[in-house]
């Protein structure tokens, strides 16, 4: 009796789907992208290369703390091209979940942080006028083209695209530098390239991560920063911390899906 008690107790759970092994089902996740889904600015990386893959990246994070089989792709100073040539060949069918950042550096964020900081306020308008141009016309169908490439190779995959940070806090702590002027005007393009990447990845039919309430009072000059200023080395400038990645990326990730 005791043995066919066994076989039925059994039976009940694997028809019920609550077995060992259905729970130990394993997520494939794929993180593609640009430095701020690498990790760089974070620190602990992973390896010599020019990627600056980061343990304290939210795609390490999640792969750490769930178990999901993690690829991770993502590489610092990505463009739109490079995710197209150099790390969408690691999407499958199986693929379950994919995150992505990619976009700032097609319009040249880096290059415009350089105007605003040595051309003063009319540089930095003029340079962040040229970058949203570049945002509202051009970029839309570069990720566009990268949308349709993650949806054609990884066609049941949950994913989930990343925005970018306001960079400065607006009246406060930082008494050198930028005037609230510029750092005004660098927040205003952060604002139109998440309104684009929103756009374009609703319309996708992907789910998007604002990180800008996440980051609210923890900008730059806000005396509790989860982002770096300009900083040695030069490429970390600009891109969050550990704690930016683990309290601002990774938990608006996780809420995405």
Same mark, same amino acid.
């Given at each position: 009796?005791?043995?066919?008690?066994?076989?039925?107790?059994?039976?009940?759970?694997?028809?019920?789907?609550?077995?060992? *092994?259905?729970?130990?089902?394993?997520? =494939?996740?794929?993180?593609?992208? &640009?430095?701020?889904? /690498?990790? +760089? %600015? #974070?620190? $602990?990386?992973?390896?010599?290369?020019?990627?600056?893959?980061?343990?304290?990246?939210?795609?390490?994070?999640?792969?750490?703390?769930?178990?999901? *089989?993690?690829?991770?792709?993502?590489? =610092?100073?990505?463009?739109?091209? &490079?995710?197209?040539? /150099?790390? +969408? %060949? #690691?999407? $499958?069918?199986?693929?379950?979940?994919?995150?992505?950042?990619?976009?700032?550096?097609?319009?040249?964020?880096?290059?415009?942080?350089?105007?605003?900081?040595?051309?003063?306020?009319?540089?930095?308008?003029?340079?962040?006028?040229?970058?949203?141009?570049?945002?509202?016309?051009?970029?839309?169908?570069?990720?566009?083209?990268?949308?349709?490439?993650?949806?054609?190779?990884?066609?049941?995959?949950?994913?989930?695209?990343?925005?970018?940070?306001?960079?400065?806090?607006?009246?406060?702590?930082?008494?050198?530098?930028?005037?609230?002027?510029?750092?005004?005007?660098?927040?205003?393009?952060?604002?139109?390239?998440?309104?684009?990447?929103?756009?374009?990845?609703?319309?996708?039919?992907?789910?998007?991560?604002?990180?800008?309430?996440?980051?609210?009072?923890?900008?730059?000059?806000?005396?509790?920063?989860?982002?770096?200023?300009?900083?040695?080395?030069?490429?970390?400038?600009?891109?969050?911390?550990?704690?930016?990645?683990?309290?601002?990326?990774?938990?608006?990730?996780?809420?995405?899906?």
């Amino acid at each position: 009796m005791l043995r066919t008690l066994s076989v039925l107790v059994v039976a009940a759970l694997v028809t019920l789907g609550l077995t060992t *092994s259905a729970q130990a089902a394993t997520v =494939s996740y794929v993180a593609l992208g &640009d430095s701020y889904s /690498s990790g +760089v %600015g #974070a620190g $602990s990386y992973l390896d010599d290369s020019a990627c600056k893959r980061s343990a304290n990246a939210y795609p390490y994070l999640y792969a750490s703390k769930s178990g999901a *089989s993690l690829s991770f792709q993502a590489c =610092s100073g990505a463009k739109t091209t &490079d995710v197209l040539n /150099s790390q +969408v %060949g #690691a999407l $499958s069918s199986s693929t379950d979940l994919v995150s992505i950042s990619v976009g700032g550096n097609d319009a040249g964020f880096s290059g415009v942080m350089q105007d605003c900081i040595l051309q003063g306020d009319s540089g930095c308008k003029t340079a962040i006028d040229n970058a949203v141009n570049f945002v509202e016309n051009s970029l839309p169908a570069l990720l566009d083209k990268v949308y349709d490439a993650i949806q054609s190779k990884a066609p049941n995959a949950e994913v989930v695209v990343l925005g970018y940070p306001h960079f400065y806090k607006i009246g406060g702590s930082c008494s050198v530098g930028l005037s609230d002027t510029s750092r005004g005007y660098i927040n205003g393009g952060a604002d139109a390239l998440d309104t684009v990447i929103e756009k374009q990845a609703r319309n996708a039919g992907f789910a998007f991560a604002d990180v800008r309430s996440a980051f609210t009072g923890h900008e730059i000059c806000s005396g509790s920063a989860w982002l770096h200023s300009v900083t040695w080395p030069v490429d970390e400038s600009y891109h969050p911390t550990a704690t930016g990645q683990a309290s601002g990326y990774y938990p608006v990730f996780t809420a995405a899906f």
